[in-house]
């Protein structure tokens, strides 16, 4: 048991997170203003997450992180959780590893936000979203001239009122109980609120799947209505 | 006691009928299947064009840092994402004789230095093999007279114990003229000439960098473009050649956005190498001698049910079926042609159709179809 634990770990996409969080997230990284990624030795970056990996999948504890208030448009302010990079790394190599079956599986062509990136020469793990923003609203103004009308439903604080065991739950669908124990201390360390920490990509892609529970009521709620998601 | 003895007699009576039967029927259409056996032998290989991927998709790629793209040319195909410094360096192909080609220039004066990549090689060579390292070294500062595009030979004899370190049996040096990018011209003479000698030497894999593309240079005047690159090796296969399996390797310490380039530069090249007239298909080697032998070996079969076999017989049908079949084969082509999708199935069907009913068709006179008939009552 202990060894496929391990071995699960083994085979995250480790090389593949690093990049991801170093270049494609990397506004998220408290990494100084004068860093420069280029310059990372990914080799050795690679076998430092693997050890951490290892250690974590021994003691599986990680350190709360820094965080910063982020001011939302009701004037409140919200706590914006900051871990280190390599817990950011060990966060992404765990979504990445199920992220494609993730939204094969329950995502549909109706929703248009953090959807899985399959362009074939592209680094990221989602599409681009100016390019989503972009067709969401093609498709609002299209459906609003063939229909006359729309109904907006807006879930408040969505990501603030996902329970965290259904959340959990939900995902254990898709990937294996090794991979998520590490996902979920990691997440759990992570969330200084109620519902899922504001964190990057990573976290807003698990979201936004999770969402696909309130397109399955709101379809089942309103037959005959054809409903899009941002 | 009477009953068994005559159901003993009559199943000897039935396997003796059987092996006269099966005698008279492959006395002769063996032949095809030897001369099968043998081309098989000679040129193992069983596909030109076997692609497993349409395209590399750079996420999946970053997760398996190794992924097979398929045989094309007869040669089997990796990507890799490696870096000489990783421990982890070969580790899935230690146990076989590996190649590594690396670049080195001439200079004016006719000296001979090499870059980055060669300067990692030897610094992994002396942690591996110091005895090698000097060799190696000499070896290359030595050379006063080469040409570009030429290929020089380093065999190693790395210890088994340090082979973990660096699993490299021969470092096969291509050069190129120092000073100005390296020429496409350079670069397929240059590796023509290596995949020619690891063919020959046997070698199991061949390793091979992305020589003369570095991420700093890449949007310098003149700088080889991974399109150039991918372009060229795919060009130096040599079909005929025994193959090494190639390792395409890419550098694992490049940035992303060099790593975005060396894939849809690969990718670009990939759909046009990989596919057949547009579309990802399999094609057989040596498809067209071994797809006539076999059904040379069906017309056999088919006429020894018509004639009883003889010498003079299968000469005669031998001679008769594979031109008949040499010469559909251009006929097929010619009709197929702007119809890739159909022209392997054109194939097929008229060997067949030649092969079942070759002894019908052979007895057709072309003169006797246009020979005027006799009217009634009158004699020519």
């Known amino acids: 048991m202990a060894d496929s634990k391990i071995t699960e770990i083994e085979n995250l996409p480790v090389q593949l997170a690093i990049r991801l969080v170093l270049d494609d997230i990397s506004y998220s990284n408290p990494l100084p203003s004068w860093f420069d990624a280029i310059t990372i030795d990914y080799s050795l970056r690679e076998l430092a997450i693997h050890q951490k990996l290892r250690e974590f999948a021994n003691r599986p504890v990680a350190s709360k992180p820094f965080s910063i208030l982020v001011p939302k448009k009701s004037g409140q302010k919200r706590s914006w959780p900051v871990p280190s990079v390599n817990e950011q790394i060990m966060l992404q190599a765990c979504v990445s590893s199920f992220a494609g079956k993730l939204d094969a599986d329950v995502l549909d062509a109706r929703v248009f936000s953090y959807r899985y990136n399959r362009q074939e020469d592209l680094l990221g793990l989602v599409e681009d979203q100016l390019t989503a923003w972009t067709r969401f609203q093609d498709e609002t103004k299209r459906r609003c001239e063939d229909s006359q009308c729309i109904l907006q439903i807006d879930l408040q604080n969505a990501f603030q009122s996902i329970d965290r065991r259904q959340f959990y739950k939900f995902l254990s669908r898709f990937t294996t109980q090794p991979v998520l124990d590490l996902l979920r201390t990691l997440m759990e360390a992570l969330s200084v609120e109620p519902g899922i920490p504001l964190l990057n990509n990573s976290v807003f892609f698990l979201g936004n799947a999770y969402m696909a529970t309130v397109d399955a009521i709101v379809r089942e709620s309103t037959p005959g209505i054809c409903s899009i998601r941002r | ?380």
């Open chain 2, 1 to 380: 006691m009477c009953q068994t003895r005559f159901r003993e007699l009559l199943r000897k009576k039935i396997v003796l009928k059987f092996s006269r039967l099966l005698f008279r029927h492959t006395l002769f259409a063996i032949v095809p299947i030897i001369v099968l056996i043998a081309d098989l032998i000679s040129f193992p290989s069983t596909f030109e064009n076997h692609p497993s991927i349409t395209a590399v998709n750079l996420t999946n790629f970053l997760t398996k840092q190794q992924l097979l793209l398929g045989t094309v040319r007869a040669h089997r195909l990796y990507l890799s994402l490696d870096d000489l410094a990783s421990t982890d360096y070969l580790a899935d192909a230690i146990n076989s004789k590996n190649v590594l080609v690396i670049s080195g220039f001439i200079q004016d004066d006719r000296s001979v230095s090499i870059a980055a990549l060669g300067q990692a090689v030897l610094k992994r060579l002396n942690a591996a093999s110091p005895k090698d390292y000097h060799a190696f070294y000499e070896e290359l500062s030595g050379k006063k007279h080469i040409q570009a595009g030429e290929v020089v030979i380093s065999s190693l004899e790395i210890p088994s114990d340090k082979r973990s370190v660096f699993p490299v049996d021969e470092i096969y040096t291509i050069f190129f003229t120092e000073g100005s990018p390296i020429s496409t011209e350079e670069l397929t003479e240059g590796l023509g000439n290596a995949f020619d000698v690891a063919s020959r030497r046997r070698m199991e894999n061949l390793v091979l960098p992305c020589l003369g593309i570095t991420w700093e240079h890449s949007e310098d005047a003149g700088a080889l473009s991974f399109e150039d690159f991918f372009s060229t090796v795919f060009k130096s296969i040599d079909p005929t050649q025994q193959s090494p399996t190639l390792y395409l390797s890419l550098y694992r310490g490049w940035p992303s956005f060099e790593l975005e380039k060396a894939i849809a530069g690969f990718n670009s090249e990939w759909s046009r190498v990989a596919s057949d007239k547009g579309s990802f298909r399999t094609t057989l080697y040596r498809a067209k001698y071994r797809r006539a032998i076999l059904f040379w070996f069906l017309c056999l079969l088919v006429c020894s049910f018509v004639k009883p076999p003889s010498l003079k017989g299968f000469l005669i049908i031998s001679v008769g079926f594979l031109t008949l079949a040499l010469g559909s084969h251009e006929l097929v082509d010619f009709l197929t042609q702007g119809r890739p999708s159909i022209e392997s199935t054109g194939h097929y069907a008229t060997l067949f159709v030649l092969a079942v009913l070759f002894p019908v068709i052979v007895a057709w006179d072309p003169k006797e179809f246009f020979k005027s008939k006799p009217r009634d009552g009158t004699h020519g």
